[in-house]
Every structure is written in structure tokens, then in C-alpha cells.
T-cell receptor, first 116, second 113 residues
Framework: GAVVSQHPSWVICKSGTSVKIECRSL??????MFWYRQFPKQSLMLMAT?????????EQGVEKDKFLINHASLTLSTLTVTSAHPEDSSFYIC????????????FGPGTRLTVT | DQQVKQNSPSLSVQEGRISILNCDYT??????FLWYKKYPAEGPTFLIS?????DKNEDGRFTVFLNKSAKHLSLHIVPSQPGDSAVYFC????????????FGTGTKLQVIP
């Protein structure tokens, strides 16, 4: 149980275009979903926290207009990288939690984004 | 400001021996600590956790020790197996930060057969 999927697993896009990454909880309802970014040999950096039906809470330094997060249902959250630049190239990982105020987080396999 | 630190970026251990991964933290508000295991190009998988009211938690070959006064925790793997080779992340939850979890920088463990 507690499986989280991400799609696509990898994507290459050109500078200036937008790309959408989906995160789905397959066998549970996720009240909260998280989006992380990982640079090579570095830690997972939390970008934003989203609760179903409400606006995402972004961490300091993360541009909300550039990284659009939508959590439209209890099983789906999307991250859209708008007007992508090469410096946005990274590994993006989502996680989902079945309960509010719980430390339980189940991670997706990640999406490798390369912006050329 | 790195609130969770893993000062050893890598560790090599012989199969069958003990692996000890260390983690230090600075935030006194952390109330739950977790260890995750991560393979390349995959998301982290939960390994073991410990509440701040405990000093030890054991699950099979994995034991986590917490020293609150030193703001230090460690993960012991005994005996180490080649399949344990991965990057291990220490993470901590802030008691006032809802579900927000702060990750350390990771330690790459290599278990040599």
C-alpha cells in the first residue's frame, strides 16, 4: 500500500516553455502533498505544501508564479514549471500524506527535468 | 541555514559489519526524526523513525539512537548487506510546522561484499 506515482519520469523541454508534472496517490487519499526539488549531491529541498482544495504554501525563496501547484483532488497534485530556464533543470519529487499533522510521507519516484 | 546535517557524505562498510550513519540537528523544536533510504533516480523510502521522547527505536537490522542533549541521532545497520547500499537521509519534523519535514544532505553508504 501507500504508492505514489509521478508522471512523466523524465522530460526534456526548451527554454521558455512550460511543463507539467503529475503526482498521484494510487491507493490512498492524500490530504496533503509536498513538492521537493533535489540538486545533484544535495538534500531534498521542500518547495511547497498543498492541501486538497486550498492554495499551496510555498517555502521562502520559491517563486509561486513560476512553480504553479494545483491540488484539485485527494489523489492528484500537479506542479507546472512555467517559462522554464536551464537553471530549473533538476529532480522533482512529490510526496503524499494520508493524514493531516502526520509525519507520514510517501514519496513518488521523481521526475527528471532537463531544460535546454 | 542547514538545520539537519549529515557531515559524512559517504561511508564504506564491509558486508556483515555494522554501519553507523550520523546526523546532527540544531532546531530544538524538532519532535520527530526519520531516516529515509534512497536509490538513484527514485524517491526516498521510509526506513525508521523515532519520537523525541524516546532514545532508541529498533526495527530488525535497523536501530536509531537519539541523544537530545547533544542534538544528535544515529542509524545503526547490523549486519550490513550489499542491498543496503544507497543514500540515507536523516529528516526531522518541526512540532510547530505541521507536516513539514526538513532533510539532511544525505550519506551515501556502500556495503562491500
Amino acid at each position: 500500500g501507500a504508492v505514489v506515482s509521478q508522471h512523466p519520469s523524465w522530460v526534456i523541454c526548451k527554454s521558455g516553455t512550460s511543463v507539467k508534472i503529475e503526482c498521484r496517490s494510487l491507493d490512498f487519499q492524500a490530504t496533503t502533498m509536498f513538492w521537493y526539488r533535489q540538486f545533484p549531491k544535495q538534500s531534498l529541498m521542500l518547495m511547497a505544501t498543498s492541501n486538497e482544495g486550498s492554495k499551496a504554501t510555498y517555502e521562502q525563496g520559491v517563486e509561486k508564479d513560476k512553480f504553479l501547484i494545483n491540488h484539485a483532488s485527494l489523489t492528484l497534485s500537479t506542479l507546472t514549471v512555467t517559462s522554464a530556464h536551464p537553471e530549473d533543470s533538476s529532480f522533482y519529487i512529490c510526496s503524499a500524506s494520508p493524514h493531516r499533522n502526520s509525519y507520514e510521507q510517501y514519496f513518488g519516484p521523481g521526475t527528471r527535468l532537463t531544460v535546454t | 541555514d542547514q538545520q539537519v546535517k549529515q557531515n559524512s557524505p559517504s561511508l564504506s562498510v564491509q558486508e556483515g559489519r555494522i554501519s553507523i550513519l550520523n546526523c546532527d540537528y540544531t532546531n530544538s523544536m524538532f519532535d520527530y526524526f526519520l531516516w529515509y533510504k534512497k536509490y538513484p533516480a527514485e524517491g526516498p523510502t521510509f526506513l525508521i523513525s523515532i519520537s523525541s521522547i524516546k532514545d532508541k527505536n529498533e526495527d530488525g537490522r535497523f536501530t536509531v539512537f537519539l541523544n537530545k542533549s547533544a542534538k544528535h541521532l544515529s542509524l545503526h545497520i547490523v549486519p550490513s548487506q550489499p542491498g543496503d547500499s544507497a543514500v540515507y537521509f536523516c529528516a526531522a519534523r518541526d512540532s510547530g510546522g505541521y507536516q513539514k519535514v526538513t532533510f539532511g544532505t544525505g550519506t551515501k553508504l556502500q556495503v562491500i561484499p
